[in-house]
């Protein structure tokens, strides 16, 4: 099958935090058989293999990318299993996630409603295991299809085979670069199940006295939180990938140690609101400290470094304030990470997919 192999495409304009440098070689692909004809040809000419999507997870390095970006664009959204209590949807990786999660609010099944508002495309949500609000892609995903790069075969990959866990799976881990993910399956609930344990949330629906919501005003509440605290890419100055740092999860032990720390460190107030995040948590091996907090109270919120800032509602979030470079962005993140380190004594780690870096960029970065 032909396809369009384009050189030297810059790859900023692809990405929600447009920064980026350019990719050797590129290709849009569209259907199944074209991934095949991709795959060979960069095998033919030794090329390194990097899938792209909504590129709304990921940090470019300015020098690009030296191999082949395949740019899913595939289409699909289908109801492919249904009964009186379920249903089960076949959705294309190029498909817009947003868009996805509308349509499943407008029939009413339930599941994806807090992820709502997320940018992307379809493709990533299994990648990432995408959570928000107190659900998980996980808790949806049946199985994905997807194309195997080491074996040149067309193949199905269970849940359990997927090796989610928090903002992973083996699609991002220990397999990584094998598979390329063509199709999603998630299994839905026709049936009410309310996930609004989550502050945020429940204030919404105080302050504009909802008592009983309904999915759509879920769906609401999600997309309100979100623009108020997260501002969405394709409507930001510059851009953003989203959540930059990742929340940090310890087990009790942990816990204890860390507390002590903050004690020692830090105001009352400090440690209350830390008291608060542990008492909201019933599994004594995934207490979560959002990442947030930890940048907040060591006091980085606003911080820049050239074209690179924290952003002050939400400070999970790096953003191009419009001329930023990913070198920006990186020694931002390193100041961010070292400073709540000598502070809190935690090792913060990021959660877009840094791309093109050498890895003596990435130690310089990851240095404490």
């Keep these: 099958m032909n396809i369009n192999i384009q050189t030297n495409v810059s790859l900023a304009p692809l990405t929600t935090f447009k920064i980026g440098g350019l990719a050797k070689a590129f290709v849009?692909?569209?259907?199944?058989?074209?991934?095949?004809?991709?795959?060979?040809?960069?095998?033919?000419?030794?090329?390194?293999?990097?899938?792209?999507?909504?590129?709304?997870?990921?940090?470019?390095?300015?020098?690009?990318?030296?191999?082949?970006?395949?740019?899913?664009?595939?289409?699909?959204?289908?109801?492919?299993?249904e009964d009186e209590s379920s249903v089960k949807l076949k959705i294309a990786s190029g498909e817009n996630w947003d868009r996805v999660v509308a349509f499943c609010v407008q029939n009413k099944w339930w599941g994806v409603e807090n992820l709502s508002h997320i940018p992307g495309l379809s493709g990533s949500l299994a990648v990432q295991n995408v959570g928000a609000y107190g659900q998980e892609a996980s808790q949806v995903i049946e199985s994905v299809e997807a194309y195997d790069v080491q074996k040149k075969r067309y193949t199905t990959l269970s849940n359990s085979a997927c090796g989610f866990s928090y903002r992973q799976s083996v699609f991002n881990s220990s397999q990584k670069g094998r598979y390329?993910?063509?199709?999603?399956?998630?299994?839905?609930?026709?049936?009410?199940?309310?996930?609004?344990?989550?502050?945020?949330?429940?204030?919404?629906?105080?302050?504009?006295?909802?008592?009983?919501?309904?999915?759509?005003?879920?769906?609401?509440?999600?997309?309100?939180?979100r623009d108020r605290k997260y501002p969405y890419p394709t409507q930001a100055i510059g851009g953003n990938a989203g959540s930059f740092f990742k929340n940090y999860v310890i087990d009790e032990t942990?816990?204890?140690?860390?507390?002590?720390?903050?004690?020692?460190?830090?105001?009352?107030?400090?440690?209350?609101?830390?008291?608060?995040?542990?008492?909201?948590?019933?599994?004594?091996?995934?207490?979560?400290?959002?990442?947030?907090?930890?940048?907040?109270?060591?006091?980085?919120?606003?911080?820049?470094?050239?074209?690179?800032?924290?952003?002050?509602?939400?400070?999970?979030?790096?953003?191009?304030?419009?001329?930023?470079?990913?070198?920006?962005?990186?020694?931002?993140?390193?100041?961010?990470?070292?400073?709540?380190?000598?502070?809190?004594?935690?090792?913060?780690?990021?959660?877009?997919?840094?791309?093109?870096?050498?890895?003596?960029?990435?130690?310089?970065?990851?240095?404490?």
């Design 28 to 81: 849009e692909i569209k259907n199944m058989l074209q991934i095949e004809a991709a795959v060979n040809y960069a095998t033919q000419n030794k090329l390194k293999i990097l899938v792209l999507g909504g590129g709304s997870n990921v940090l470019i390095s300015d020098l690009g990318f030296d191999g082949l970006i395949i740019h899913l664009v595939n289409k699909g959204l289908e109801k492919i299993e």
């Design 180 to 225: 390329i993910i063509l199709n999603t399956i998630i299994k839905l609930s026709k049936k009410p199940s309310l996930n609004i344990a989550y502050a945020d949330v429940q204030k919404y629906f105080i302050d504009n006295s909802i008592h009983n919501p309904t999915i759509e005003q879920i769906r609401d509440s999600i997309t309100s939180i």
């Design 254 to 368: 942990q816990y204890q140690t860390f507390h002590q720390t903050i004690a020692k460190n830090f105001t009352t107030g400090k440690i209350e609101r830390l008291e608060k995040y542990r008492a909201k948590v019933t599994d004594a091996d995934k207490i979560k400290i959002p990442a947030a907090f930890l940048i907040e109270i060591c006091e980085l919120k606003g911080a820049q470094v050239g074209g690179a800032k924290i952003n002050e509602p939400q400070p999970l979030v790096i953003l191009n304030t419009g001329s930023a470079t990913a070198n920006d962005v990186m020694n931002l993140f390193k100041k961010v990470r070292q400073t709540v380190f000598a502070k809190t004594g935690v090792s913060l780690n990021s959660e877009p997919e840094l791309i093109g870096f050498s890895d003596q960029e990435l130690n310089n970065y990851f240095e404490m």
